[in-house]
């Protein structure tokens, strides 16, 4: 597996709008092969910031890289960055190869 994740330093006033952003975008990621899960965090508040991470899941890096060529990307990013500023700076983008994964059994048995 592959994890995708951009961190991004929200202004503490900007946080509801960038809440409502993203619960109200079309993101096109089940449309994509290799899509496992899309989860949005929100972290720690700083001074003045508060600090998100978008945190994507995929079967592996060659998905996720098919996925940012494709026009689904392209759809689900084409209002990215226009608007009012909300954040502090771009999001920084990470990505990471799963090389463990643990799960707890009572849960799979509880399914």
Known sequence: MF?????????????????AMWLGRESHLEKNPGFVAFHMLRGPERED?????S???WENRAVFTAWTNSEH???AHKNAGGGK??????PEFEGFEVIQTLENPALKAAE
């Open 85 to 90: 500023k909300m954040t502090l700076g771009h």
């Open 3 to 19: 994890i995708a994740m951009n961190r991004f330093k929200v202004l503490k006033e900007e946080t509801a709008d960038f809440e």
């Open 55 to 57: 945190h994507t899941v």
């Open 49 to 53: 910031h508060i600090l998100y991470s």
């Open 73 to 75: 990307f392209r759809a």
